[in-house]
């Protein structure tokens, strides 16, 4: 979403800070099965066999059926079990249909679970709505339009801060970094200690790096 603000509405925008998911220029080809081939090779692990379980017609049911279970897949407090739970292909489904839980990391306090669970799950909301970006993406619905994106809109102009994260097994901090590198002509890059979830995990450092950073280039 942050990536196609850049790029429609580039002048409604001091600064653009991308917190461990990079930039994603418009038009670059996503091909998933590809990305899991090249990661099972280099990683010995894919990274997005998760999406394939995402883009099935069951993900939403089964992820709804029981929150304890799909929030033990997601918040895990160790954040290397991702591998085996989340990104092998497969695994995502085995794990939901097997009924496991987990203890949950520190960081998804009592509060942050309430509200995810009255947002997200049924009476209200539901994570078709949530699910669906991964399938529009995997079904290129979004390709005509970015493919109209002139080549100078794809890079970013603004100062721009990308977060990595060191201990995300899906969103590399090198890959992180390179993707954002190649389009954002005044990058600054700050790492932290987390897994995926940076902003629930490390808030206070985050929000450290983020007023420093719109200190820096707004003031």
């Known amino acids: 979403f942050m990536s196609r603000m850049a790029n429609y509405h580039p002048s409604r925008f001091l600064s653009f800070a991308f917190l461990d998911v990079g930039y994603s220029a418009p038009g670059d080809?996503?091909?998933v099965d590809a990305i899991n081939k090249e990661t099972q090779k280099t990683l010995g692990y894919p990274t997005f066999g998760y999406w394939l379980f995402f883009n099935s017609d069951d993900a939403a049911e089964l992820m709804e059926r029981n929150p304890k279970v799909t929030n033990s897949l997601l918040y895990n407090p160790d954040p290397q079990q991702w591998i085996d739970n989340l990104c092998r292909i497969g695994a995502a489904r085995s794990f939901l249909t097997a009924g496991k839980t987990t203890a949950l990391a520190p960081y998804l306090t009592s509060s942050e679970l309430e509200l995810q669970t009255k947002i997200l799950y049924p009476p209200a909301g539901g994570l078709t709505g949530p699910l669906n970006w991964?399938?529009?993406?995997?079904?290129?619905?979004?390709?005509?339009?970015?493919?109209?994106?002139?080549?100078?809109?794809?890079?970013?102009?603004?100062?721009t801060l990308q977060v990595t994260c060191s201990k995300d097994v899906i969103a590399l901090p090198a890959m992180m970094e390179g993707m954002t590198r190649k389009w954002a002509k005044d990058l600054r890059v700050e790492s932290l200690d987390t897994g995926h979830w940076v902003y629930m995990e490390r808030p206070d450092e985050l929000n450290a790096i983020l007023k420093r950073f719109f200190g820096e280039v707004d003031g």
């Open 134 to 159: 991964y399938k529009c993406i995997m079904a290129h619905l979004n390709d005509d339009d970015e493919g109209a994106v002139p080549e100078e809109r794809k890079f970013i102009e603004q100062p």
């Open 29 to 31: 080809t996503f091909d």
